[in-house]
């Protein structure tokens, strides 16, 4: 199932390896469109602008969370093209370590700091009860989209970036789904736009990890890959934290923008 990135044609080893890795960009950004409009011909206006109203704040921090995680890939695909399998799996045992704990932090944090987050955007107070529910929901499930992208991200890295591109692609029309069916037959408002677009991701998390579980034996973690050591930490974090950032910046622009207030 591996792919050495290595060996074969060099064009058309990255035509065929970015090709799925730019439709799954594009894949992972129709979430909160596909909300978006949903919402907007279900809902109604204010529930639109309540959704809409969220969605700066949202690339920013879900930028970050894909961000590290493209960054945790770099050193698992490096040590794999070394033929270094050893190390690739310390590299992955720590990527796993460092991503709950950030995962956990970023959760924590935002869910805490979101009525904050609320009045920063000077939404006005007929949506922003709506804003935080929605906003309080995909905060909640900042773990389902850490998982997919540290399970993609680790497929990548050992030169399969079809398969979790053919899963987000899956998830993008379960989100359409569910969408509809918890807007209009559960008829829980923005909630239900909200925990659509979360089990989505973490249902496309999920089969990323069966897949590694059932058929990458090459990625299963032994016992001796299970000590931290500190020069892998910072390895790791001086790949992801750099693109994390690299990744949500363009969204404090949006932010400040968005400080304007919302005229219904």
């Known amino acids: 199932m591996t792919k050495n990135m290595t060996e074969g044609h060099p064009l058309k080893l990255i035509m065929m390896f970015a090709l799925p890795l730019l439709l799954g960009n594009i894949f992972q950004q129709t979430y909160n469109i596909v909300d978006t409009a949903i919402v907007g011909q279900t809902l109604g206006a204010n529930a639109l602008a309540a959704v809409g109203s969220t969605t700066s704040v949202q690339f920013l921090v879900l930028g970050f969370c894909i961000g590290i995680c493209c960054g945790f890939g770099i050193p698992i695909a490096q040590s794999f093209g070394g033929n270094n399998l050893s190390k690739m799996r310390d590299f992955i045992y720590h990527s796993i370590v460092l991503t709950?704990?950030?995962?956990?932090?970023?959760?924590?944090?935002?869910?805490?700091?979101?009525?904050?987050?609320?009045?920063?955007?000077?939404?006005?107070?007929?949506?922003?009860?709506?804003?935080?529910?929605?906003?309080?929901?995909?905060?909640?499930?900042?773990?389902?989209?850490?998982?997919?992208?540290?399970?993609?991200?680790?497929?990548?890295?050992?030169?399969?970036?079809?398969?979790?591109?053919?899963?987000?692609?899956?998830?993008?029309?379960?989100?359409?789904?569910?969408?509809?069916?918890?807007?209009?037959?559960?008829?829980?408002?923005?909630?239900?736009?909200?925990?659509?677009?979360?089990?989505?991701?973490?249902?496309?998390?999920?089969?990323?990890?069966?897949?590694?579980?059932?058929?990458?034996?090459?990625?299963?973690?032994?016992?001796?890959?299970?000590?931290i050591k500190s020069s892998i930490v910072k390895n790791l974090l001086g790949m992801g934290l750099p693109m994390g950032l690299q990744y949500s910046i363009t969204a404090i622009g949006s932010i400040w923008s968005c400080r304007e207030p919302i005229t219904l």
Not at 109 to 117: A, E, K, Q, R
Not at 158 to 170: E, I, K, Q, W, Y
Not at 199 to 219: A, D, E, N
């Open 100 to 227: 709950i704990i950030i995962g956990a932090l970023l959760t924590v944090g935002c869910c805490l700091l979101c009525m904050t987050i609320i009045h920063i955007l000077q939404i006005p107070a007929e949506i922003a009860s709506r804003s935080y529910i929605y906003l309080l929901i995909i905060f909640i499930g900042l773990p389902c989209t850490l998982l997919y992208n540290l399970c993609s991200s680790i497929l990548r890295a050992v030169g399969d970036s079809r398969t979790p591109f053919l899963f987000l692609a899956f998830s993008a029309c379960l989100n359409i789904v569910l969408d509809l069916f918890c807007i209009i037959i559960l008829k829980l408002d923005v909630a239900g736009a909200a925990l659509a677009t979360i089990v989505s991701q973490g249902i496309s998390g999920i089969l990323c990890l069966i897949l590694i579980k059932k058929r990458f034996t090459v990625l299963h973690i032994e016992k001796e890959n299970k000590v």
